[in-house]
């Protein structure tokens, strides 16, 4: 047995009112309640595969933090290390859904309990016996208490022997560019294993996705970099090669969480010791079930569901490796 969670990961939780599938956000009549946020959304992915995952971070004591917390412990995710905040909300998420236009999201997130994350949350003991760690851009960019936070938790994953994986997850409406390339840049070097999108890669390294990935491996910690491209296809980068994996086709229903899923993809399959290719296959596989759903979270399976999945969409071909 262990003694601690395979994996922490730590950031903001929102309450998510998902409008009804087709209809833009001012003409929905209709709500869906979930739960929305990057490191959420991974742990809950990891928590469906068979992993212990515990998510750090704060919400409202209020009914939206009830109803994220019960949520995520409805997914098996260990909120045992969660805060819930009697003076600030939690946050909210709006957004419509249609797989074929660009979604509209409206945050109201200013002054929530997620972004008064502080170092203070980030103890020995939240940490003790994890072998991963997962955080991404979006934290340390909701406040100055939450970029402190993060850093908090980098130094305590290095501490407590944890690898730290680092995901951008740029989002242009908490901050300018400068800004990200001020306060998140700096993090990629911070990282055992990154995944980021080209865009992001561009953006904050003002480089290739291939310059860029070599730039991770050589000057910064980073033992692999897993890259997604714009054609939706991703290259695991390490030192001794890359390894390539092309999109499942499948129908989209809604594109949104599909990075978050590709993250608990990728990262239960490191966490079981595969190597890289099936690693990029598992991840893929995992992202193309749930842009089949709506929701960030609807459609992320179980480890069986995975494995049936990959099976049907791999069946006669063959991994690519240069």
């Known amino acids: 047995m262990r003694n601690g969670p395979e994996a922490v990961t730590c950031g903001e939780a929102m309450l998510l009112m998902l409008a009804e599938p087709g209809l833009p956000l001012e003409r929905a009549t209709h709500f869906r309640r979930s739960v929305a946020g990057a490191e959420s959304n991974v742990a809950a992915g990891l928590a469906r595969l068979g992993h212990w995952a515990r998510w750090i971070g704060r919400v409202g004591?209020?009914?939206?933090?009830?109803a994220v917390l019960r949520e995520l412990r409805a997914d098996g995710v260990d909120v045992s290390c969660a805060e819930m905040d009697p003076e600030s909300p939690?946050?909210?998420?709006?957004?419509?859904s249609h797989p074929r236009r660009a979604v509209d999201v409206q945050y109201y997130r200013t002054g929530s309990a997620a972004s008064l994350l502080s170092p203070a949350q980030i103890t020995p003991?939240?940490?003790?016996?994890?072998?991963?760690?997962h955080v991404t851009g979006i934290t340390p960019m909701l406040s100055e208490d939450a970029e402190q936070a993060t850093h908090a938790l980098i130094e305590g994953a290095?501490?407590?022997g944890a690898t730290v994986c680092f995901d951008p997850n740029v989002r242009r409406k908490l901050g300018t560019d400068h800004e990200w390339i001020r306060r998140v840049g700096p993090l990629l070097r911070e990282a055992d294993l990154v995944l980021?999108?080209?865009e992001e890669i561009e953006l904050l390294l003002g480089a290739g996705p291939d310059e860029g990935a070599k730039a991770l491996l050589t000057l910064g910690r980073a033992g692999t970099v897993v890259v997604k491209h714009r054609d939706h296809s991703a290259v695991a980068h390490t030192a001794e090669g890359q390894w390539r994996q092309e999109p499942f086709e499948v129908p989209v229903t809604d594109p949104v969480g599909a990075g978050d899923?590709?993250?608990a993809g990728w990262l239960s399959a490191r966490l079981r010791g595969l190597d890289h290719q099936r690693a990029l296959a598992e991840a893929a596989c995992v992202a193309a079930l749930v842009v089949q759903a709506p929701g960030d979270i609807d459609g992320l399976p179980t480890a069986a569901?995975?494995?049936?999945a990959l099976a049907a969409f791999t069946r006669g071909t063959d991994p690519v490796h240069r």
């Open 196 to 198: 980021a999108g080209e």
């Open 261 to 263: 899923a590709f993250a």
């Open 90 to 96: 939690t946050g909210l998420l709006l957004r419509d």
């Open 158 to 160: 290095r501490q407590a």
């Open 61 to 66: 004591d209020d009914p939206a933090g009830e």
């Open 125 to 133: 003991e939240a940490l003790a016996g994890v072998r991963l760690v």
């Open 305 to 308: 569901a995975r494995d049936r």
